[in-house]
């Protein structure tokens, strides 16, 4: 699954250590997910859309 995690990351500016303590998963979770390494779960995908304050279709692509 294509995301834009990082390019929203960067437009708040906020790192990916900032990010992970806000959502309480490690900076390694939020990397794999931006590099397509991992898929979240739904949880942690709905914390992202609150985090962004975006909708999930703005941060995720699912391709097949």
Known sequence: MN??????????????NDLANALSVSRQ????????????SLTLAIKLTKYFN?????????ED
């Open 29 to 40: 979770t939020i990397n794999s997910i931006e590099n397509g390494k991992f898929d979240p």
């Open 3 to 16: 995301n834009n995690l990082k390019s929203l990351r960067k437009i708040k500016n906020v790192s990916q």
């Open 54 to 62: 975006v909708s999930i279709d703005e941060i995720f692509k699912y």
